[in-house]
């Protein structure tokens, strides 16, 4: 019996662990985060402002307000409001996108290792999916008004499909989601990826690798 409730009480610890997993709770009302501060170590959030100095456009963020420009390889250019732009969502655990597209325009499949992402569809129709584990696709249509969520750590895609440009607003369960964009995770790193573990793992030649990594080397 005491052995059984030893078991019981490292799984309970275990998924209370798992669950907490996400940004941490708040410890008080507000954290503004101080960009400025010449503390370098960042745990989970960055150092605070004094109380007494925040104000009420630390809450405001105007980032989101512009189109931004899609002329680019991809025909889409994703405006980030998380903590590093947005300094009043530090520690609390929340964060927006703006996705501009081209018509045609792809937000190539990525990761975001930290959340939970949902979107809102404002302008346009998307083609949104995401692989699960077992490599199956969900995708899914979305026209202006629609909402998809993509589960946490599972690549992802969106797409304008219509004739005329899209966009679309996300929100995140992280005040920093993180994002690995596959293109530039797999042939953009620095340094490279050996170039035999990419002829290995896309069954490609050394000249295919070298004109795909061309096009995604670092600035």
């Known amino acids: 019996m005491a052995k059984t409730m030893i078991l019981c009480l490292l799984w309970l610890s275990i998924a209370?662990?798992?669950t907490g997993a996400y940004d941490p709770d708040l410890l008080q009302d507000f954290?503004?985060?101080?960009n400025t501060s010449a503390d370098t170590?960042?745990?989970?959030?960055?150092?605070?402002?004094?109380p007494k100095t925040v104000k009420a456009s630390d809450f405001l963020f105007q980032g989101l307000r512009n189109e931004g420009s899609t002329n680019n390889i991809f025909g889409s250019l994703v405006t980030a409001g998380n903590v590093e732009k947005f300094a009043g969502v530090n520690t609390l655990g929340i964060s927006m996108n703006r996705v501009d597209f081209a018509p045609g325009g792809v937000n190539p499949p990525h990761i975001h290792p930290r959340a939970t992402e949902i979107a809102f569809v404002v302008e346009g129709t998307i083609l949104a999916g995401f692989i699960t584990t077992n490599n199956t696709l969900f995708s899914q249509k979305l026209e202006k008004g629609d909402v998809f969520v993509f589960p946490r750590g599972l690549v992802h895609f969106q797409q304008n499909i219509g004739p005329s440009s899209a966009m679309t607003i996300t929100a995140f369960?992280?005040?920093?989601?993180?994002?690995?964009v596959l293109p530039f995770t797999l042939f953009g790193s620095t340094p490279p990826l050996p170039q035999d573990v990419l002829v290995k793992a896309f069954r490609i030649s050394d000249k295919a690798v070298k004109k795909i990594s061309s096009k995604f080397a670092p600035n």
């Open 16 to 18: 209370l662990a798992l």
């Open 31 to 34: 954290c503004v985060a101080d």
């Open 41 to 50: 170590v960042k745990v989970n959030g960055f150092p605070c402002k004094d």
């Open 173 to 180: 369960n992280s005040q920093l989601p993180g994002a690995q």
